[in-house]
C-alpha cells in the first residue's frame, strides 16, 4: 500500500519516536535526592493508620494519624533512618502497622506468586507460538494445553493458599 | 419494603434499624439497600428480573440451552428466596413493640446522592453475569460445546460488564466525595471483591471474541464465565459476612455460612462438570503467530489472570497468615500498587496493540503502517508528561501509553470513516454515526477503550502530582496550595434535625477560582465519631479538596484544615461515563438492513 | 484429556480457598493484638490533668499499674467508669495503681468528665498522642497490666469489666501482697 519512500519514513519516524520516548522515560527516572517532606510521605503511605479501615498514615484525615506523622516528621529530622522509624511502630503495633509485608521473611511469597503466575501464564503462552508470521504453522492447541494452562494457575493458586 | 421506609415504619425491625423519622425521603427509599436484607431483597427481585426475561426471550430461539439455563436461574432464585426466608436475612420481621423512632441509616450512607447509584449498579452488575454464568453450565449439562451459548449471552455479560465498571467507579466517586481522605481507591478488601469479577470479565470479553472468530480456546472461556461468576459470589461473601475489615462492612450477619456454602455448591457443581465435559471441549482451529491479535488477546488474559490472582492473594493473605501462624499483618495500598500498576500498564500496551494486528499474524509492513503515527504519539505522551512537571517511572510511561492507545483509536475511526466515505459516498459525520449503527461492538469497544485512557491518565495523574497542606488557622489566616489560597472565613455550628456539624466557611481564590467551601465535620447521633465531609470545589483542571480536620470546640477560635489539590480526578468519573456510553454502543444490536437504509437516509438529511 | 494431577491441583486449590474462608469466621476483625504485651512498658512522663504536676512511670517501679486510656467524647468509656470506680476502691491501700491517660480530648472536656463521674485516682494528659502511640493503642477505651517488674502482662481492647480487670490485676500482684 504505502510507497518504499514512505516506508522508509515510516521507520525513520518510529525510530525518533522510541527515541524521544527513551530520553523521557530516562530523565523521569533519573535519581534525585529526596527532601525531607518527600522521605516523610514515603515513610508514612507505608504505615496503617490504626484507628482507619486499611488507610495509610499518610492518607488519613484521623488524629491517630496526624500525631503519627507528626511523630515521623520528629524522627526524620532527628535523622533517624527509615529501618529505624518503621521498628519504633513495629514495636508499638507489631507487624500489622506496615501496609506492605515485608520481601525477605516467609511473607515473601505474596510477593513471589503474582510474578511466578505472571512468568508462567506468559511461557505457557510463548510456547504455543512457533510458526514465523503470518503463516502459523503451529500444531493444534489441545484441550490438555489449555488444561495445563489452567492447571499451572490452580497451582500457583494453590501454592498460597 | 420502600413504602415501609419511605413512610417510617418502625414495626418493621430494618426500617428500624435503618431509617429515623428525621431521614429525608430520599434517603428512606434508598435505604433500601443500605443494610442486608434489603440488598438481598433487591438481588432476588433483579435476579428474578433477569430470570423471566431470559424465559421470555430466550426459550424460542435456543430451546434446550435455554430450558436447561433457566433451570440453573431458577435454581438460584430459589436460594436467595431461601436467605430472604431464614432468620439470618429475613428483611420483614416485625417488632413487638414498633419504637418510636429509628436508629437511622448509617452516616456514611446518608451524605451522598451517589448511594443511590452505586450500589444497586454493582448488585445488577453482579446479578447480571448469573445469565451468562447459567448458560455456560447448560451448555456442558447438555454436552453441546458449541458456541451458541456465546452468542445467546454476549449481551448479557457486556451489561453486566459494563454496570460494574460504571458501578466501581461511582462508588470511587462516592468513596472520594464522602469519605473525606481525598482519595477514591483504598484496596479495601470490599473493593477488591469488586474489582475482581470485573478483571475477569474483561478477559473474558477479550478472549470470547477469540473463540468467536477463531474457535479456540473453548474451555478457557467456559473457566472464565465460572471464576467470574464464583468471584461475585465471594465478593458478596467478604463484603457481607465481616470476616475482613473494611470501610464496607456496614453489616455483618449469619448469612456468612450460609452464602458459603453457596460458594461451595457452585464450585463443586460447575467446576465437576468442566472437569468432566472437557474432552469435549476440542479447539477446532490453530492460534496465530506472536504478533497477532489472538495473540495479544491471550497474553492479556494471562496479565488479566495474574492481575486477578494478586488482589485474591492480597485480599485473603492477611486471613491465611492469621490461620496458619497467628501473626496479623496487613497488605494494602502500597503491595497492590507496586504489583497491580505494572500489570495495568501492560494492559495498557496491549489495549493499543491488540486492534492495530491481524488475527493470525503481521507482516513487518503492516507493523510499519499501524504503529508509526501511535508511536509518535506515545513520544507526545511523554513530553506532555514532562513537560508538566510529572515524574516518575510509572506516570511518565502512562501518559506515553495513553498518547499510543488514543492515536491507534483516532487511527481507527478515521479508517473507517474514510473506508465508508470510498465505499458509500457517506459524508464525514455520517460515515462516523454508521461506524457505530453497523458495527457497534468494535467502534463501542473503542469508546470503552477511551474511557479506560481517561481513567488511567487521572489515576496516574492524580497519583504524582496532588499538592496537600495541612495547617491550623485562625479565622482570618489564609493558607496556599498549588496556586489556590484558601482563607478561614468563620467556623459555625449548625443543627440540624437528623445531625450537628461543625462547618467551616472558606473563601477560596488563585487559578480563576473565586468561591466558597463549606468542609465540615458531621455528628450523628448514632455514631461516636464525628464524620468528615469535605469541601470540594471540583474542575476539569484538578479539584480543591478541603478537610476540616480539627477545630476548637471552646471558642471556635481555630481551625485545622488539610488542603489537597489533585490534578485531573474529574477524569475519572468522566471516563466511567464514558466506558458506559461506549459499552452502551456495542450492546445495541445491529439494525437490520432495512432499518439502516432508512436510518442512513434520515441521518444524511440534516448532515448536509 | 485433563491430568489427574491437574484435576487434584484443582480440587486442593478450591479446598484450600474454601478452609481459609470458613476459618476465617473464628476470627475477629476488631481483634488487634499490640505489638508491646510481653515488653518493657515504654516510659513516660505526663502532666496531670488536675494540674498537680507530672507523673512518670518510673514512680511506680515495684507495683502493679492499671492504665487506662480514655476520653470525653468516648461513650464505651463512660460504660465501663463504675467497674473501673468499684476497683479502684478495692485496691485503695494497696500496691495496685490506677492511671487514667486522657487520649484525643481537650483538659477542659477531660475535667469535667472527672468531676461528673467521679474518677478519683490520677489522669495525665497526653497532649501530642505520643503515649499512646508508643503502646500501640489502636482504639479506647484501651486497658494495659503492667506488672512490678514493669513488664506490659495484658491487655484489653473495648470497655472493661470488674472481673477482667481483678483478674488482669491478682495474676502479676506479687503473691506476698495478696
Known amino acids: 500500500m504505502s510507497p518504499p519512500g514512505g516506508r522508509a519514513k515510516g521507520r525513520i519516524l518510529i525510530g525518533l519516536a522510541l527515541a524521544i520516548f527513551a530520553v523521557a522515560l530516562a530523565l523521569a527516572a533519573r535519581p534525585h535526592d529526596e527532601t525531607n517532606a518527600e522521605r516523610i510521605d514515603r515513610i508514612t503511605s507505608e504505615l496503617r493508620c490504626p484507628v482507619c479501615q486499611g488507610l495509610s498514615v499518610k492518607d488519613s484525615p484521623s488524629q491517630t494519624a496526624r500525631e503519627m506523622r507528626a511523630l515521623v516528621e520528629e524522627r526524620v529530622n532527628e535523622g533517624r533512618s527509615d529501618a529505624q522509624i518503621q521498628a519504633e511502630f513495629r514495636a508499638a503495633y507489631g507487624d500489622w502497622v506496615l501496609l506492605s509485608p515485608p520481601v525477605f521473611a516467609w511473607t515473601g511469597l505474596v510477593w513471589l506468586v503474582p510474578l511466578a503466575a505472571l512468568a508462567a501464564g506468559l511461557a505457557l503462552v510463548a510456547g504455543r507460538f512457533g510458526g514465523a508470521p503470518p503463516a502459523p504453522d503451529t500444531a493444534a492447541p489441545t484441550a490438555g494445553e489449555i488444561a495445563m494452562l489452567r492447571d499451572r494457575v490452580a497451582r500457583e493458586e494453590s501454592a498460597d493458599t | 419494603m420502600t413504602a415501609a421506609l419511605a413512610t417510617h415504619d418502625f414495626s418493621i425491625l430494618y426500617v428500624a434499624a435503618n431509617n429515623a423519622r428525621e431521614t429525608p425521603l430520599f434517603y428512606s427509599v434508598i435505604s433500601l439497600w443500605a443494610a442486608l436484607e434489603g440488598s438481598i431483597l433487591l438481588w432476588t427481585l433483579v435476579l428474578a428480573g433477569a430470570t423471566t426475561f431470559v424465559a421470555f426471550r430466550s426459550t424460542a430461539t435456543l430451546p434446550r440451552l435455554a430450558t436447561t439455563a433457566l433451570a440453573v436461574l431458577f435454581g438460584m432464585v430459589a436460594f436467595f428466596l431461601l436467605l430472604v426466608t431464614t432468620p439470618a436475612a429475613d428483611p420483614f420481621v416485625r417488632l413487638a413493640f414498633p419504637p418510636e423512632n429509628g436508629r437511622g441509616p448509617n452516616a456514611l450512607l446518608q451524605n451522598h446522592p451517589l448511594m443511590a447509584l452505586h450500589p444497586p449498579l454493582l448488585y445488577l452488575g453482579y446479578v447480571l453475569f448469573s445469565v451468562p454464568f447459567a448458560y455456560a453450565l447448560s451448555s456442558l449439562i447438555l454436552g453441546e460445546g458449541g458456541d451458541r451459548w456465546l452468542v445467546a449471552t454476549r449481551r448479557f455479560a457486556l451489561a453486566s460488564w459494563a454496570l460494574l465498571g460504571v458501578g466501581i467507579v461511582a462508588g470511587a466517586w462516592w468513596s472520594y466525595a464522602v469519605l473525606g481522605w481525598g482519595g477514591y481507591w483504598a484496596w479495601d478488601p470490599v473493593e477488591n471483591a469488586a474489582i475482581m469479577p470485573w478483571l475477569t470479565a474483561t478477559a473474558y470479553l477479550h478472549s470470547v471474541m477469540v473463540e468467536e472468530k477463531r474457535r479456540l480456546l473453548r474451555t478457557w472461556n467456559l473457566t472464565l464465565v465460572i471464576a467470574t461468576f464464583a468471584l461475585t459470589i465471594l465478593g458478596t461473601f467478604l463484603t457481607r459476612s465481616g470476616v475482613v475489615n473494611s470501610v464496607h462492612s456496614f453489616t455483618q450477619s449469619a448469612i456468612g455460612p450460609l452464602l458459603l456454602g453457596y460458594l461451595v455448591a457452585l464450585l463443586v457443581l460447575s467446576v465437576g462438570l468442566l472437569l468432566w465435559r472437557s474432552s469435549r471441549l476440542v479447539d477446532a482451529g490453530t492460534l496465530g503467530a506472536p504478533l497477532s491479535r489472538d495473540a495479544v488477546f491471550l497474553f492479556q488474559n494471562v496479565v488479566f489472570m495474574a492481575a486477578t490472582l494478586t488482589v485474591l492473594l ?66 507526545a505522551g511523554a513530553l506532555v508528561a514532562l513537560a508538566s512537571g510529572t515524574t516518575g517511572v510509572a506516570p511518565v510511561l502512562t501518559y506515553a501509553l495513553a498518547g499510543f492507545v488514543t492515536a491507534t483509536i483516532v487511527q481507527e475511526f478515521a479508517r473507517g470513516v474514510r473506508a465508508r466515505r470510498t465505499l458509500h459516498g457517506e459524508g464525514g459525520a455520517t460515515a462516523f454515526a454508521n461506524l457505530f449503527r453497523r458495527n457497534g461492538r468494535r467502534y463501542g469497544g473503542y469508546v470503552v477503550h477511551f474511557g479506560i485512557v481517561l481513567v488511567a491518565l487521572a489515576v496516574a495523574t492524580s497519583q504524582a502530582r496532588t499538592a496537600e497542606a495541612e495547617r491550623t488557622l485562625a479565622p482570618g489566616d489564609t493558607l496556599s496550595v498549588g496556586g489556590y489560597t484558601v482563607q478561614l472565613v468563620a467556623l459555625r455550628a449548625v443543627h440540624e434535625p437528623q445531625r450537628d456539624s461543625v462547618v467551616a466557611d472558606l473563601a477560596i481564590a488563585g487559578n480563576g477560582a473565586d468561591q466558597q467551601l463549606h468542609p465540615a465535620l458531621v455528628q450523628y447521633p448514632n455514631t461516636t465519631q464525628a464524620v468528615g465531609s469535605p469541601g470540594i470545589a471540583a474542575g476539569a483542571r484538578d479539584d480543591l479538596y478541603t478537610i476540616l480536620a480539627a477545630y476548637d470546640a471552646r471558642g471556635h477560635a481555630w481551625a485545622t484544615l488539610r488542603v489537597r489539590v489533585i490534578p485531573l480526578v474529574s477524569w475519572l468519573w468522566a471516563g466511567g461515563g464514558v466506558i458506559g456510553i461506549g459499552a452502551l454502543f456495542a450492546a445495541l444490536p445491529p439494525p437490520r438492513r432495512r432499518t439502516v437504509e432508512l436510518a442512513v437516509a434520515h441521518a444524511a438529511a440534516p448532515a448536509k | 484429556m485433563i491430568g489427574r494431577l491437574a484435576r487434584a491441583g484443582i480440587a486442593l486449590a478450591l479446598v484450600a480457598l474454601i478452609v481459609i474462608l470458613a476459618l476465617a469466621f473464628r476470627r475477629d476483625p476488631h481483634d488487634i493484638r499490640t505489638g508491646t504485651v510481653g515488653k518493657a512498658a515504654p516510659a513516660f512522663t505526663l502532666s496531670r490533668l488536675d494540674g498537680a504536676g507530672p507523673i512518670s512511670l518510673s514512680q511506680y517501679a515495684g507495683k502493679v499499674v492499671v492504665l487506662n486510656f480514655w476520653a470525653s467524647w468516648c461513650v464505651p468509656c463512660k460504660q465501663e467508669n463504675p467497674a473501673l470506680v468499684r476497683v479502684y476502691e478495692r485496691y485503695r491501700m494497696s500496691d495496685v495503681v490506677i492511671i487514667g491517660v486522657l487520649y484525643q480530648d481537650s483538659t477542659d472536656s477531660g475535667r469535667s468528665y472527672v468531676r461528673d463521674l467521679g474518677v478519683l485516682w490520677p489522669t495525665v494528659v497526653d497532649d501530642d498522642g505520643r503515649v499512646s502511640l508508643s503502646y500501640g493503642v489502636f482504639g479506647i477505651p484501651e486497658t494495659y497490666f503492667i506488672g512490678p517488674d514493669g513488664v506490659i502482662a495484658g491487655r484489653h481492647i473495648g470497655p472493661i469489666d470488674e472481673q477482667t480487670l481483678v483478674t488482669g490485676i491478682e495474676a502479676i500482684r506479687p503473691a506476698a501482697a495478696r
Open chain 2, 314 to 379: 492480597g485480599t485473603l493473605y492477611p486471613l491465611f497468615a492469621e490461620a496458619i501462624s497467628g501473626a496479623q499483618l496487613s497488605i494494602g495500598g502500597p503491595y497492590f500498587d507496586r504489583v497491580e500498576v505494572p500489570l495495568a500498564l501492560a494492559l495498557l500496551f496491549l489495549m493499543g496493540v491488540g486492534p492495530q494486528l491481524p488475527w493470525h499474524g503481521a507482516s513487518r509492513a503492516t507493523l510499519e503502517r499501524q504503529f508509526t503515527a501511535p508511536a509518535l504519539a506515545a513520544a
